[in-house]
């Protein structure tokens, strides 16, 4: 497997002036990231959800502790380009890094008017309005401008309500107490999903046999290699495809041999072809 290059780690830092709360529950923090930095995993209080303007993020989340304060032993990882957003719930320890240089938005979203039921990470459809409502709360000549920012979080609010949902989220083993040959293989896969297209590919680099590697696919994830493998093809294909990268060449990038077989698989998994996904089409 190719070893990750380092990457920089950047403090997460002040948040207070940005901490949202009944009175004022939208907030918004903008920020421009360089190519491969990352926020080390860490939680709020509040709901967040993050958006890039421009560039890719990858952001890795793990549901929030249940009643009994315990932390459930699974993450979810997606790749995300600026036409879509992840929503993290209160509480849920998540991680972002840069992919690519970016234009980070985060919205902070006090848990008092979080929508029943969104206890768990989702990927958003960002729609022309809602691009264009929270890079209008970023406006600094308008931020303190109150009955603004009230209209804007009410109207930020619904249209995250009505968004369509994406399934770019990536199931990942737990960090603490997964099998470690399964979480190297799975972030490998991450990184370079083309470099094998079978189990026994990756096997041969990973400690595990192949079938001590499939049981663990189904112990610790819940669905095979292949399945979560399509995830994974999946969470990169769609950044590309939003960017106006050609079919050929994504299909190419994901490990097919042929732009046919990645059409196949990708109508089969989202219901409509891959060039529905791209930039500019209806």
Known sequence: MRPRRPRQAVPVG????????????????????????????????????????????????????????????????????PSRAVWIPPGARHAVTMLEASQLHTLYIDASVVPDGWHRSRVLVVSPLLRELVLGMDQPQHAQHTTRQQALATLVLAEMAHAPTQPLGVPMPDPLHGDRRLRTLCEAVLNTPAQHATLSGWAAHSGASERTLARLFREELGMGFQRWRQQVVLAHALPMLARGMPVGQVAAASGYASDSAFTAMFKAAMGQPPTRSMRGSP
């Open 14 to 81: 002040d948040t207070d002036p940005y901490a949202p709360s009944p009175e004022r529950p939208v907030r918004c923090r903008a920020r421009a990231m360089g190519h491969d930095t990352q926020f080390e995993p860490h939680h709020h209080p509040w709901g967040q959800l993050a958006y890039c303007a421009s560039g890719l993020l990858q952001v890795t989340v793990s549901a929030p502790p249940d009643e009994a304060g315990e932390i459930p032993a699974c993450e979810t990882t997606a790749i995300v380009p």
